[in-house]
């Protein structure tokens, strides 16, 4: 198991927030998760450590949403995530770690842009299969990377204007599937080494804890704040990531 005290520094708060989130605020802050923990280890290993965590999450997700998704949907975007998920994988692969965290600072920062900038029109769209494709890509990608697939994955739903229910019981059925699928690529990798798979169930007990947290939370905590919080660390992490990436070419 990893012993570094800076890893946990880093790696505690990342699961906790994910916790909140997930429990009081939606699953947004899945993307905070990697970020923080690449800090101090490489890329691929901070995701395959938070990967199980994630998926223990998921469960406690569909069974609260059991039955509420838009079945319309769902094929044609997991049909382009797992495409996202190959192309993920062959970044883990074939990308250095000096420019895996220039992407990942690159995703980041972009994100912390579109929260601040991107705003869902008066005007309700209509479902399209070559866009759910295109941003479910999208997703698969960041989300193999940096568990960060929710903010591509909103840009398609949030404009359809579908029920609040409906809304977040698709996504939470579509990362679900796409995490567990992700088990594959990161085996391949051998991302699942006994170091690893340790640490995360060091780190496990801390996910019920934190959705308790947010579910607490939601009733006293301002939503807005909550995340302007949460993106403004994600700036300050991505551009360190940044920094750490352009330094290391």
Not at 12 to 35: D, E, H, M, N
Not at 80 to 94: D, E, M, N, P, T
Not at 159 to 180: M, S
Not at 202 to 220: C, D, E, N
């Amino acid at each position: 198991m990893i012993t570094d005290p800076w890893f946990y520094a880093a790696a505690i708060p990342a699961v906790l927030l994910v916790g909140i989130a997930k429990g009081g605020f939606g699953s947004g802050a899945g993307i905070f998760a990697t970020p923080l923990m690449a800090l101090t280890v490489p890329i691929p290993q901070a995701a395959a450590i938070m990967l199980p965590i994630l998926i223990v999450m998921d469960a406690v997700g569909l069974w609260a949403y059991r039955g509420k998704f838009h079945r319309q949907h769902l094929g044609v975007l997991l049909a382009g995530g797992v495409l996202g998920i190959v192309l993920g994988a062959l970044a883990f692969r074939y990308l250095s770690d000096a420019w895996t965290r220039l992407v990942l600072g690159a995703i980041s920062v972009g994100f912390v842009m579109h929260y601040y900038g991107f705003r869902v029109g008066e005007r309700i769209a209509t479902p399209s299969r070559p866009k759910g494709f295109f941003w479910s890509i999208v997703s698969g990608l960041t989300s193999t990377i940096a568990h960060a697939g929710g903010p591509p994955l909103s840009i398609y739903l949030l404009p359809l204007r579908l029920e609040k229910t409906v809304l977040v019981g698709t996504t939470v059925v579509f990362f679900a599937v796409i995490n567990v699928v992700k088990l594959v690529p990161y085996a391949w990798l051998e991302l699942f080494d006994g170091r690893n798979l340790s640490t995360s169930a060091a780190l496990a007990p801390l996910a019920p804890v934190g959705i308790f947290a947010g579910y607490q939370m939601m009733r006293r905590v301002n939503e807005v704040l909550f995340y302007r919080i949460c993106y403004a660390l994600l700036a300050v992490v991505g551009l360190r990531l940044l920094w750490q990436g352009v330094t290391a070419l």
